[in-house]
């Protein structure tokens, strides 16, 4: 619930009956605590994606003459720490590198690098005109960030840029609603304000050497995999191009 102090003094006894009508008794059998032990459901789920769901780069034809274009893989096993730092990263590819290539270059409508924390990368175009160039920039960017980290020992104004959209992204300001929004997938994350305290001071001091790093993760990602929807002759295209996918058939 979002609001002021005079809405919720408002709607106060409103709330305590609704929360003391609810089914349950607080001193009964507690449920499994599924933050520290693994769902029954999610166990069977991967056994059967691992032998049933294989890893394999996916092509789904429609009759389009654009693509979409994904990619993506494990950066971060799991239990490993993930710094501040790869939110900066991201971002200068997806601004940088992708914008530059996919977008302006290769005439695609958008270019998207994103990281989420639980370790995954994922680079992504929208109503793209290539397929298999497209997948080749993916390939093509822990190469450029390599560079691109020798380039920002020798530019410090440049990096103070790339943290600065970073934290933008971070602390940007939210209307009630979003507020809302926003406090209650941090309520179930479990996200602490001292650990996004933690993860903004490792934003801003993100070295140059953080990017090598970066670089280095995505040049041996784990599991990479393709997703793309497109027409069938730009998949034949792709498989000149030496990009072969496991096709399936939409309309």
Do not use: C
């Not at 294989?54 to 034809?61: A, L, N, T, W």
């Not at 389009?64 to 991201?90: C, D």
């Not at 497209?134 to 960017?141: K, Q």
């Amino acid at each position: 619930i979002t609001g002021d102090a005079a809405v919720f003094e408002k709607i106060q006894p409103s709330v305590e009956k609704f929360l003391g009508d609810l089914p349950g008794d607080s001193n009964a059998e507690q449920l499994q605590n599924f933050y520290s032990e693994p769902h029954p459901w999610a166990i069977q789920a991967k056994e059967e994606m691992a032998t049933e769901a294989p890893i394999v780069d996916e092509g789904f034809v429609v009759p389009t003459q654009v693509s979409y274009v994904g990619k993506g893989g494990r950066l971060y096993s799991k239990g490993e720490a993930v710094s501040g730092s790869t939110s900066v990263i991201s971002r200068f590819l997806g601004t940088g590198y992708m914008w530059d290539n996919v977008r302006v270059m290769g005439g695609a409508y958008g270019g998207f690098a994103q990281f989420s924390k639980d370790g995954i990368f994922s680079f992504l175009s929208y109503r793209d005109p290539n397929l298999a160039d497209t997948i080749d920039v993916y390939d093509g960017a822990s190469k450029a960030l390599l560079a691109s980290a020798s380039d920002l020992e020798n530019d410090p104004d440049a990096l103070a840029t790339a943290i600065i959209g970073a934290i933008g992204d971070m602390d940007g300001a939210l209307g009630p609603d979003q507020k809302g929004s926003v406090q209650f997938s941090r309520w179930l994350a479990r996200e602490t304000p001292e650990q996004r305290q933690k993860f903004r001071d490792e934003i801003l001091s993100t070295k140059p050497s953080d990017f090598k790093d970066f670089a280095e993760r995505l040049q041996a990602l784990k599991d990479p995999s393709s997703a793309v929807v497109s027409s069938k002759s730009a998949f034949e295209d792709a498989e000149k191009a030496g990009k072969s996918f496991t096709l399936t058939d939409i309309m």
